[in-house]
Structures are given as structure tokens and as C-alpha cells.
């Protein structure tokens, strides 16, 4: 069962241009909400994340949007630039619990020149 | 300062097979956690460890084992492996169970089975 659901898989933004991922949740108990970046060879790495009790939080080019009611959130990269050619993963975890990370499925960002 | 360190980076076994994992953690971290992530999707949650015990498990079946070392660094073993088992293997690590933005992934370790 997909916790996490991420759209689109793949994208391609041309340089200078707004990338944006989407994703929703199901489980109403999640409290915190990663964003991962994954370059080939490497692990995940944090990129930015928010709690429920914001709805809205930027990191240079970098913004979440939080959307509680409709169970929604997303990354916004302004300016994209050929740097930020990646996987993204959107994720969620409970931190009543133990620090179990549900992940999305994941976004293929190419940024063209 | 060294981050995750996984080895072997890449492994091939063959069906049947066991297989071993190791993690070090950073320096200081005394959380390691376990993902799988089978090519095309995101990680999936193995197991979560702390102090040397186990704090969490996804939903894997029994063949998955994992343990910690008094040194925080920590194995992950396989057993009877199938092809379904063909993923990245990931270690994280983070402080404590609690340091959601102090947690950091490793390289990882490639494992095919044939």
C-alpha cells in the first residue's frame, strides 16, 4: 500500500524555469515531512522539511507547501538550474514512533539548459 | 568528518545465497536504520536500531535480520535471498531516534541476485 503518493515521475524544466512535485498522503498521524534529493550513487539526502503546523516554509530556492485539510504537500524550485537534476523524494514520518520514513516513489528532475 | 560508510559497495550472489551488510554510522550516532530500494521506487523502512536494540521493523519477512555492534556500527544479513531481493541497500544514521533532521543516508550497497 502507497502511503506516499508522488507526481510526476519524470520531469523536465527548462533552466530558470519553476519544478514542481506533488504528493499526498493517507495516514493522519504523520507529523513531519521530509524532501529528499538522490543523485545516482548516492544515498537520499535531506533537501528541506516541514511539520503540519506551517503551511508554507523556503529554504533559498527551495519551498514547501503544506496543505493539512487536503492531506497535500509539495516542492516548489524556483530557478531551477542543471545542478538540481536529481531524484526527489517526498517522504513522512510519525514521530510518536520510531524513526520509520515513509518515501514517495520519486520524481526524475531534468533541467535543460 | 566521514559520513555513512556501507560496504561491500557493490555484491552479486546467486539464489539461496546469504549475504551480509555492514553500516558505521557517523561519529556520535547511535541510531542506524535500514532501507531497501528496489530500482524505479523509494526506499522502504527494513529496520530501525538504537542502543544496540531493535526500535522498529517494516514489513519484511523473516530471512531479513539486522543486529548492532557496542560501536553503533550495525549488519544487516539476508538469507535463502530471491531476485526479488535485487535492490540498493541503505544505511542511515542519526543521533538519536527522535533527530528527524540529523538523519544521513550512506552510499549505500548494490546487491544483485542471479
Known amino acids: 500500500q502507497q502511503q506516499v503518493k508522488q507526481s510526476p515521475q519524470s520531469l523536465i524544466v527548462q533552466k530558470g524555469g519553476i519544478s514542481i512535485i506533488n504528493c499526498a498522503y493517507e495516514n493522519t498521524a504523520f507529523d513531519y515531512f521530509p524532501w529528499y534529493q538522490q543523485f545516482p550513487g548516492k544515498g537520499p539526502a535531506l533537501l528541506i522539511a516541514?511539520?503540519?503546523?506551517?503551511s508554507e516554509k523556503k529554504e533559498g530556492r527551495f519551498t514547501i507547501s503544506f496543505n493539512k485539510s487536503a492531506k497535500q504537500f509539495s516542492l516548489h524550485i524556483m530557478d531551477s538550474q542543471p545542478g538540481d537534476s536529481a531524484t526527489y523524494f517526498c517522504a513522512a514520518s510519525d514521530s510518536g514512533g520510531y524513526q520509520k520514513v515513509t518515501f514517495g516513489i520519486g520524481t526524475k528532475l531534468q533541467v535543460i539548459p | 568528518d566521514a559520513g555513512v560508510t556501507q560496504s561491500p559497495t557493490h555484491l552479486i550472489k546467486t539464489r539461496g545465497q546469504h549475504v551480509t551488510l555492514r553500516c558505521s554510522p557517523i561519529s556520535g550516532h547511535k541510531s542506524v536504520s535500514w532501507y531497501q530500494q528496489v530500482l524505479g521506487q523509494g526506499p522502504q523502512f527494513i529496520f530501525q536500531?538504537?542502543?544496540?536494540?531493535?526500535?522498529g521493523r517494516g514489513n519484511f519477512p523473516d530471512r531479513f535480520s539486522a543486529r548492532q555492534f557496542p560501536n553503533y556500527s550495525s549488519e544487516l544479513n539476508v538469507n535463502a535471498l530471491l531476485l526479488g531481493d535485487s535492490a540498493l541497500y541503505l544505511c542511515?544514521?542519526?543521533?538519536?531516534?527522535?533527530?528527524?533532521?540529523?538523519?544521513?543516508f550512506g552510499p549505500g550497497t548494490r546487491l544483485t541476485v542471479l
Open positions: 536500531y538504537y542502543e544496540k536494540e531493535e526500535r
Open positions: 516541514i511539520r503540519p503546523d506551517v
Open positions: 542511515a544514521s542519526s543521533p538519536n531516534p527522535r533527530s528527524y533532521n540529523e538523519q544521513f
